[in-house]
């Protein structure tokens, strides 16, 4: 397929279109941004920065990708926004490159979906086939894995991780770690419970999706310490994969700590 750019679209010299690339009227690509085979840029999006975009990724109006990151410590450093093939992100979308004090690089996996206005922060890690809904951010070094799905108007906090499978709920403020499976709400985020509907969606066994409400009752039952509890699970379920990753999760290094039950919006 040819490549089609409308005469009012502004390509600078040294930016990299593939094959079968559509850049729509009035859009710009800066001269370090390489987009991929198959990809539409529509209407009035900016990319900008060092940006590497993915094959059969969807750009819509008035996105901006790759600018300067929104953090006071960037002093103009070489740093990177790669996004993978075959995302949709929608109209008023902000993603933004790494920083010095990140690892130089945000990214994004292949086949997500950025509803409108949702914002990726400098420095974040997103997995594959997350969904984020209208107005949901990211602040900056946020890890977000695989299958995730955020809820609109929710917000999580810098260095947080959320965890494969989990569900952040509509308006949730995110403070603390979401375990993978999990699923949260309130106004400061809560556990109500495992992700089942994610679960079923995705594929999971029967016996799968059992183990991880048993872990997760034992996890987060009322006798003994939660190391106790965390230690009996990981006897107990040795050999289930979804609950040994849960297990991992809460026990790799953080800065933050992990959302507990609760009652939604309890503070």
Known sequence: MATEIHPTAVIEPGASL???????PYSLIGPEAVVGDNCVIQGHVVIGGRTRIGSGTEIFPFASIGLRPQDLKYRGEPSELKIGANNVIREHVTMNPGTEGGGMLTKVGDGC???VGTHVGHDCQVGDSVIMANNATLAGHVQVMDFAVLGGLSAVHQFVRIGRYAMVGGMTGVERDVIPFGSVVGDRARLSGVNLVGMKRRGLSREEINDVRKAYRLLFASEGTFQERLAEVAEEFTKSAPVMEMVDF??????RKICQPGEAGDG
């Open 250 to 255: 809460i026990q790799a290094d953080s800065s």
């Open 18 to 24: 593939g094959v079968g690339v559509r850049i729509g």
């Open 113 to 115: 979906l950025f509803m």
